[in-house]
């Protein structure tokens, strides 16, 4: 993945005219895990050999460091599970003409979308009679 952004990233922000925000999330994982980023160096203390680890970007749409994080939420999201009970995803979208009222105003949109999600399932499943709804409610953007 980080071979086919360093390949097409410069020539996209040749030609387009790309937001603020992609410009900064590109960049951070353009420096990933490089001299740039600094890092350690590790020595085996029997063979001397060294070893340069640089430091990661931590951006969470980076594809070399979401990876160990969200293999740690899904560990830890899965001792919640419990048995016999059936789980079911549900995806909210709202459309991309809201993005920059949402960019301008997050937490307040966000508390706006999560609240009514939640309301909306709650109400249609507990209408049904068969359910008793509970919910994690995760943003992805």
């Not at 993945?1 to 996209?12: A, E, N, Q």
């Not at 951006?59 to 560990?75: F, I, K």
């Amino acid at each position: 993945m980080i071979d086919v952004l360093r390949k097409y990233t410069p020539s996209l922000l040749s030609r387009r005219s790309v937001a603020r925000q992609v410009i900064n999330v590109l960049s951070r994982i353009l420096l990933c895990r490089t001299a740039i980023l600094k890092g350690h160096v590790y020595e085996c203390p029997q063979c001397h050999s060294r070893k340069n680890v640089y430091n990661s970007c931590v951006d969470r749409h980076c594809p070399q460091c979401a990876g160990a994080r969200r293999a740690d939420w899904l560990a830890k999201t899965s001792e919640l599970v419990l048995p016999k009970v059936n789980y079911f995803q549900v995806i909210f979208t709202l459309p991309d003409r809201l993005s920059g009222l949402i960019l301008g105003n997050r937490r307040a949109l966000y508390d706006l979308l999560f609240h009514t999600a939640w309301r909306s399932l709650d109400e249609m499943l507990r209408s049904t009679g068969q359910f008793q709804p509970a919910a994690q409610l995760v943003l992805h953007t």
